[in-house]
């Protein structure tokens, strides 16, 4: 069974730094691309970044570029966002997912996500 | 980057009731359209990826159609557990978007 599991987040005051992880159970993470999706409240679905599986593309949504960076431990079958010079608009549930084999597949499965709040 | 806007944000509809959501892209995505069901403090699910290709598990009266700039989730009979609300989103290109969500409400 696919579980992501996500951990990390908190309060933290705007200008602050948090490193959100996810590890991932019952498949090879290694040959998946990953994908960070986050959620404010009572917002839609908004796309982070991704990752493919050997770490060597990245890409970001605009807002986060620059700031947040998206990163992998295949042997640790972990996901990482480090998310710098954190705003007040970057509050959201950040949630881990799995995307496919491909460039050209989309999101299969969620974690259960976490919540990053950024107030002073 | 491709805009998704779907239509209408809100649907009020009844046990039974066929519905369909539409999802208009800003450019061709060809068939690269996923859609997702979320309920409340959950995370979202996959029903639907290729436009039209039903993800395992998914119950059967869901469907999706549309290529190019315009697709269609369809419902053909509510069910109680389908009140919720529904994203659209295309992986043609980075950055991958979502359509704004369609949220199902009882009647």
């Known amino acids: 069974e696919v579980q992501l599991v996500e951990s990390g987040g908190g309060l933290v005051q705007p200008g602050g730094s948090l490193r959100l992880s996810c590890e991932a159970f019952?498949?090879?993470?290694?040959?998946?691309?990953m994908t960070w999706v986050r959620q404010a409240p009572g917002k839609g679905l908004e796309w982070v970044a991704n990752?493919?599986?050997?770490?060597?593309?990245?890409y970001y949504e605009d807002s986060v570029k620059g700031r947040f960076t998206i990163s992998r431990d295949n042997t640790k079958n972990s996901l990482y966002l480090q998310l710098d010079s954190l705003r007040a608009e970057d509050t959201a549930v950040y949630y881990c997912?799995?995307?496919?084999?491909?460039?050209?597949?989309?999101?299969?499965?969620w974690g259960q996500g976490t919540l990053v709040t950024v107030s002073s | 980057d491709t805009q998704l806007t779907q239509s209408p944000s809100i649907l009020s509809a009844s046990i039974g009731d066929r519905v369909s959501i539409t999802c208009r892209a800003s450019q061709s995505i060809s068939r690269w359209l996923a859609w997702y069901q979320q309920k409340p403090g959950k995370a979202p699910e996959l029903l639907i990826y290729?436009?039209?290709i039903l993800e395992s598990g998914v119950p059967s009266n869901f469907s999706g159609s549309g290529s190019g700039t315009e697709f269609t989730l369809a419902i053909s009979s509510l069910q109680p557990d389908d009140f919720a609300t529904y994203y659209c989103q295309q992986y043609d290109s980075f950055p991958w978007t979502f359509g704004q969500g369609t949220k199902v409400e009882i009647k």
């Open positions: 290729r436009a039209s």
């Open positions: 997912a799995r995307a496919g084999l491909w460039f050209g597949e989309p999101i299969f499965y």
């Open positions: 019952g498949f090879t993470f290694s040959t998946y691309w």
């Open positions: 990752i493919k599986q050997d770490g060597g593309e990245k």
